[in-house]
């Protein structure tokens, strides 16, 4: 399975998202590649579909079911439900296991 964590340059939360996907993975059971996106435009933001910084993409879409069919990027932070910078562990571990089992 393939998770890209796309960030910016400085984003406090980069590094945690990653170690949050390697953890949740290494707890459900399932191999994970984690590809590391770094952008430095808002241009850059929208091509890689970046709702903020950092975004979490499982097989090509964001961990978020509420952002999945937003258009809305964004080059700057990135607040999940709950007002933290890191999607809580119950949205990452369901994007996981959905993208999982899908072809």
């Known amino acids: 399975m393939h998770v890209r964590v796309v960030y910016f340059e400085g984003c406090p939360n980069a590094e945690p998202a990653v170690e949050l996907v390697r953890e949740v ?7 994970v590649t984690t590809e590391l996106v770094c952008v430095s435009s808002a241009d850059e933001a929208q091509r890689e579909r970046m709702h903020g910084s950092p975004t979490i993409q499982v097989n090509g ?3 978020d079911p509420a952002q999945r069919s937003s258009e809305a990027y964004s080059f700057g ?3 999940f439900r709950g007002g ?10 369901t994007a996981l296991q959905e993208k999982g089992t899908a072809s």
């Open 61 to 63: 879409h964001d961990v």
């Open 77 to 79: 932070c990135r607040v």
């Open 25 to 31: 993975a290494d707890e459900i059971g399932v191999t």
């Open 84 to 93: 933290d910078g890191l999607p809580p562990r119950a949205m990452l571990t």
